[in-house]
């Protein structure tokens, strides 16, 4: 048994993280359709609803970077283990809401930020952790377990939701998330630390803590582009990838909320592949580069949407989309962990994490008020080749070109 936790999950703590972080965002992704789905069918407006998807988002504008300076500072174990209690407490607010017919648009987006409020404490946390847990050379291992588990969760969320909606509805959907927090706090208390990192007190200025991860980040060339080619990959291509879906099932395939669901579980199925291949080829090759091509195809591969009409059609295209998810993910958070110092790794990530979510927000409210000028497909066709040149900054930095 110990062999085979060693080999597929490099040690017993990062196996409970990995187990812990699939039922998690399983979750996750149940609570995005129905509240998605949810925003549609109450306002039957698709900027309003790209307007309440980016409550989700908008946290981490304000909370990451306050994030990743407290998980610079105290235990990242407790950190985690804190905010999954409060993500816990809130989530259950809503079928409860729900069942007292008190559920109304405001109040969706007023939970849904205080939950996203959490997470960017939690995820700058958890990332800044993965060296405690692994050695430097299992690192692409240990990050690419952990982004598949993500979309591991993907696939088994919409797909239990599919499953689920004509059976329980909406609500029910909703208090499964809550459950899962407590199945991710179970699971990050029996982490064992070796030598746990000794709390550090709380700064006098705790701004200057932040200040000085963006001060680093800026003047370090490696950390400086990897900010800039996350930001504006995620400025163009996310609301498409989050919000545009539904609007591509229900209006231009005519579909239901099943079919949306099924296409979201699509998105994991390259990754199965993705992955592993990473955690191989990412303890040598030259990760850089593999995120530079990575920010490329991800662009690319959505451009099928601006003529395919079926429902295979887009669920192939997504899964030969998601193949390519991993060389991003896995390599960037690899070159953050081996590259940057571990007392600036929180702060680091915290400020990637708001690029990406923060980028996500502004790019749900553009989409969502683009597609009710613009077709869908239109929109795709030109996400898809914008997205793609986002890696052009990276391919002129030798920074990042020679990282490893």
């Given at each position: 048994?110990?062999?085979i ?8 703590n ?11 965002q399983?979750g996750d992704?149940?609570y ?28 981490y504008?304000?909370?990451?970077l ?19 209690a ?10 409860v ?35 405690d ?10 990050n690419?377990?952990?982004?598949t ?21 909406l ?29 550090r ?10 200040l ?6 800026a003047t ?9 080619v ?7 291509l ?6 545009g ?36 080829f ?5 990760l ?49 962990q081996?590259c ?30 683009l ?25 002129l930095s ?7």
């Open positions: 048994m110990a062999w936790v060693k080999k597929l999950f490099v040690n017993r990062i196996a409970l993280v990995f187990w812990g972080q699939v039922i998690s399983a992704s149940i995005q359709i129905g509240l998605l789905w949810l925003c549609l069918d109450l306002t039957g407006s698709k900027s309003l609803t790209g307007l309440i998807a980016s409550a989700a988002f908008f946290p504008l304000l909370f990451a306050p994030g990743g300076a407290i998980s610079d500072r105290f235990s990242r174990k407790s950190i985690m283990i804190s905010s999954d409060v993500r816990l407490l809130l989530v259950a607010c809503i079928p809401l729900y069942a007292l017919d008190a559920i109304s648009i405001l109040m969706l987006a007023l939970l849904t930020f205080l939950i996203e409020s959490f997470s960017a404490v939690f995820y700058p946390a958890r990332d800044a952790l993965l060296p847990l692994a050695s430097s050379e299992d690192l692409p291992h240990a690419a377990l952990i982004q588990s993500w979309q591991l969760a993907v696939l088994l969320g919409p797909a239990l939701a599919a499953l689920l909606l004509p059976w329980v509805g609500r029910h959907l909703f208090t499964f998330d809550a459950f899962t927090f407590l199945i991710s706090m179970l699971a990050i208390a029996g982490i064992h630390l070796a030598r746990p990192p000794p709390g007190p709380p700064p006098a200025k705790p701004w200057r803590e932040m000085g991860g963006v001060r680093y980040v370090d060339p490696l950390m400086r582009i990897i900010v800039i996350t930001a504006l990959d995620n400025l163009i996310m609301g498409p990838a989050i919000v879906i539904p609007i591509y099932v229900k209006e231009v395939l005519k579909l239901d909320a099943a079919h949306y669901a099924w296409v979201q579980a699509a998105l994991a199925g390259g990754i199965f592949i993705g992955a592993p291949l990473m955690a191989v990412g303890k040598k090759a030259p850089g580069k593999i995120l530079l091509i990575g920010v490329v195809l991800d662009g690319l591969t959505y451009l099928p949407l601006f003529f395919v009409r079926t429902f295979w059609a887009t669920v192939l295209t997504i899964f030969i989309h998601s193949f390519f998810i991993p060389m991003i993910t896995v390599s960037r958070a690899t070159l953050i081996r940057a110092p571990p007392e600036f790794q929180g702060r680091v990530f915290s400020i990637v994490q708001m690029c990406v979510v923060g980028g996500t927000a502004f790019s749900s409210i553009l989409t969502g008020l597609a009710e000028k613009v077709p869908m497909p239109w929109i795709y066709l030109g996400m898809a080749l914008l997205a793609a040149s986002t890696a052009l900054p990276g391919f030798k920074a990042i070109r020679g990282a490893r």
